[in-house]
Every structure is written in structure tokens, then in C-alpha cells.
């Protein structure tokens, strides 16, 4: 079955950045277009970023130019580095397969951006 397990969330301040991972098994994940979506308190679900397998990488225009999406095809890892944070960024951040919001969800990381 689908696993899909992120880590490298953590508090930071303002202007900081993080790398945030996610260990993918279960599924061919080389050949899946792969998101990350985060949730916010009090707020619904949101797609941020997405790979598709063959070099084409979309985000959201609330992280376009700060975050980056990445893969290892190899190790079957997701990346998402995050630069210029903002405290609006503070959410948990989940990895998920497919885009927009359809799709298996992995449990999340918290990232907390202090002003």
C-alpha cells in the first residue's frame, strides 16, 4: 500500500529555511506526478508545489520563487526547500501523490514560522 512518510519540519524565524523530505513506498513513485500540500490552522487544505515525473515542476503562486519541489527517483524521496520563510507558511506540510488535493496524503510535518 501507498506510504508516504515526511520529516524535516521544525521552528524557525522569519527569512529562515527548511528541507522538508518525504520517504515514498508502495507504488511505483518514479512514474507519479508528485504534490505538497499543507494545512493551516483553521484553514482547508492547500496544494503548494507538484512534480511530474518528466522535469515539469508547478506551484502555487503563494510559494512561487521561494519553494522548490525535487525528487530521487533512485531513493524514492520528495523534497520541498524552503526559502524566505514567511509566518503565514506556518502549517503542516504533507506529501501526497497526484495533484491538486485528490489523492494519498501522508500524515505531515509541522513547520512554525515565528515573525
Known amino acids: 500500500q501507498v506510504q508516504l512518510v515526511e520529516s524535516g519540519g521544525a521552528s524557525v524565524q522569519a527569512g529562515g529555511s527548511l528541507r522538508l523530505s518525504c520517504a515514498a513506498s508502495?507504488?511505483?513513485?518514479?512514474?507519479?506526478?508528485m504534490s505538497w500540500g499543507r494545512q493551516a490552522p483553521m484553514n482547508p487544505r492547500e496544494w503548494i508545489a507538484g512534480?511530474?515525473?518528466?522535469?515539469?515542476?508547478d506551484y502555487a503562486d503563494s510559494v512561487k520563487g521561494r519553494f522548490t519541489i525535487s525528487r530521487d527517483n533512485v531513493k524514492n524521496i520528495l523534497y520541498l526547500q524552503m526559502n524566505d520563510l514567511k509566518p503565514e507558511d506556518t502549517a503542516v506540510y504533507h506529501c501526497?501523490?497526484?495533484?491538486?488535493?485528490?489523492?494519498?496524503w501522508g500524515q505531515g510535518t509541522q513547520v512554525t514560522v515565528s515573525p
Open positions: 512534480d511530474n515525473a518528466r522535469g515539469r515542476k
Open positions: 508502495g507504488f511505483p513513485f518514479g512514474t507519479y506526478y
Open positions: 501526497k501523490t497526484g495533484t491538486g488535493l485528490s489523492g494519498n
